[in-house]
């Protein structure tokens, strides 16, 4: 194989390398741990991991909101290994449930904040955490709010969380995501598969990114390389 073919390839390699990266890419990660937060701590139990409730303070000892966590290094060593370490950037993150419904489910809204506490134990036993929220999480910024309208159990639901706080650089970096979903109606009850449900998913987190733009021109690169695999087959 002569010098200018190979050239020729270099180049059309070259393009075809740059148009099929700039197809964005999805990862998600299950929640490895959530909570249901009730007056008395963190539901307990196997229901405490098979469920994830959201419900207001009209439901007494039952009353609720949720907590779940990411594992944001799985995203990114998904993402870098499609993109390469530090060459794609996020466009897109929302957060997964699925209805698991019970005789008390009741529609209402539900917030979805961001905290960037990873720390504060959420596991039965080891938590100092219960309902309502009263100073924990002070640094939570609500990212979206919905209103719960129960369907059928299976139901998929998904919600954008835009980039607010640090949620987004958290993904960049690789860190443990913490997600709060919290009560805005005292009716409200919200029931949803948690991480350990047998049927279902529990809270999934997605990210969609797409590279990181080539600097201008560089996407031109396989052009002078053909050009010059002109003119050495003119002058052979």
Known sequence: M??????????????????GSAEAATATVEAFENATVQPGGVRGGASGLAFFNIEGSANGNF?????????GAAIKSELDATYGAGAWAIEDVSVELVQS?????????????????????????????????????????????????EVATGTLETYTL???????ADLLAGD???LL??????TVAATYAGYSNFD???????VTAAPVPLPAGL???????VMLARGRRSRA
Not at 63 to 71: E, I, L, P, T
Not at 219 to 225: D, I, Q, R, S, V
């Open 101 to 149: 419904n019970a005789g008390f489910t009741t529609d209402g809204s539900v917030s979805v904040a961001y905290t960037g506490d990873d720390v504060t134990s959420i596991l039965e036993g080891s938590s100092p955490l219960a309902y309502p929220l009263d100073g924990e999480f002070a640094d939570a910024v609500t990212l979206t709010g919905y209103t719960f309208n």
């Open 219 to 225: 996407g031109l690169l396989g052009a002078p390389l």
């Open 181 to 186: 979903f919290i009560d805005n109606d005292a």
């Open 2 to 19: 002569d010098n200018s073919t190979i050239l020729s390839m270099l180049g059309i390699g070259l393009l075809a390398g740059a148009i």
């Open 176 to 178: 443990v995501i913490t």
């Open 162 to 168: 835009p980039d607010l706080g640090a949620l987004w």
């Open 63 to 71: 009353a609720s909101y949720g907590v779940a966590r990411f594992d």
């Open 200 to 206: 279902y998913a529990g809270p999934t987190l997605s």
